[in-house]
């Protein structure tokens, strides 16, 4: 989650900074997405996680379970064609948006962002990821 938070800040900032210069900056928001991201997270964790000997055992344990379970597929997943056609967009756009939902989730979790306070906005993301913190 941060690393996507340092991304968000990465293109406001380069936004702000370009402005006038004729370079558009947007971020699109995708995930989650069909492609080989969890396969290889999945591989890459088994390789490199002392799932027995970590003080996160039963985290990682229920981490792994997920991954091994969802085969590749989350609920509301898209295609890849989803993202296409908003990169599409804001290529072609004379004034493309500054960022672009693509999945349920990604538009949900904008909206929330509008009505919520960051305490709120915090304890919906810490729900919605509960089963892997869990």
Known sequence: MCSKFALEGL???????LSGSG????????AP??????ENVHRAFRANIDTLHS????????VEARLASEGGKATFTLGPDA?????????????PRPRYAVTVPTH???????????????????RSTRDERE
């Open 55 to 62: 003080a996160h055992a039963e985290t990682y344990r229920k």
């Open 11 to 17: 293109a406001d900032t380069l936004r702000q900074e």
């Open 33 to 38: 997405i069909t492609s080989r991201f969890r």
């Open 83 to 95: 993202v296409v056609a908003k990169l599409i967009h804001a290529l072609e756009h004379p004034r």
């Open 23 to 30: 370079i558009h900056i947007s971020l699109i928001q995708s």
């Open 108 to 126: 949900l979790f904008a909206a929330l962002r509008r009505v919520l306070t960051a305490r709120g906005m915090d304890r919906v993301l810490l």
